[in-house]
């Protein structure tokens, strides 16, 4: 009697490919990811290079954060707060926890840094006539001048660092890097649970 094979299901961009059919190009050791859309030719190389890439760029922002906050003495955390309420204040003022997500920081680190801002004449805090409990910031005439001041050179840093970009790869980057922070959140929470369950075990 004739049996015949099973068909073999055809795999998605979205599944991940079985690791024995996952090799890393020119080299011996497994492939450090599984999904098809992230492989090329059954390799990782391509995403090395992507990994490396974006490693890359993250320390140079840092560089050109620090030489911004340095320029306007402050710290490069506290530029990126300063610009964020600078920017969506609005009439009213930006909420401490609007910021925070804005920033991907806790609202607890923008409040102790924008405290700091505070102190120094840069930024204004208010409680919101909406809800006593919280704060809105808001930028004062010393915080917007500083950051006047500084414009010129802010224009210029971003505009070397990102000349690469054309209206087309900018709005797909900025597309791209919106999937990336939730995507890369998923990752570190299962990093979290998997520390929690860790500490669990030794507690026993």
Do not use: C
Request: positive net charge; hydrophobic residues 45%.
């Amino acid at each position: 009697m004739f049996i015949s094979k099973p068909r073999r299901k055809r795999i998605s961009g979205r599944r991940a490919m079985a690791p024995a059919a996952i090799k890393t190009a020119g080299s011996s050791l497994p492939a450090t990811v599984s999904r098809a859309a992230l492989l090329e030719r059954g390799g990782d190389a391509r995403f090395r290079r992507l990994v490396y890439d974006l490693l890359t760029i993250a320390s140079r922002m840092t560089v050109v954060r620090e030489h911004l906050a340095n320029g306007m003495g402050i710290t490069a955390p506290q530029f990126s707060l300063l610009m964020a309420v600078g920017q969506f204040h609005g009439e009213g003022g930006a909420g401490v926890t609007a910021v925070a997500k804005i920033l991907h920081v806790s609202s607890a680190f923008v409040a102790t840094e924008t405290g700091k801002l505070a102190q120094a004449g840069l930024l204004a805090k208010r409680a919101n006539p909406r809800d006593r409990r919280a704060v809105l910031l808001s930028l004062t005439r010393t915080g917007r001048s500083l950051i006047e001041r500084s414009s010129n050179e802010i224009r210029s840093v971003n505009d070397a660092f990102f000349g690469a970009l054309t209206r087309g790869t900018f709005a797909a980057l900025s597309t791209t890097m919106a999937e990336l922070v939730l995507s890369s959140a998923n990752a570190t929470a299962r990093l979290n649970r998997a520390e929690v369950a860790t500490w669990r075990v030794a507690a026993e």
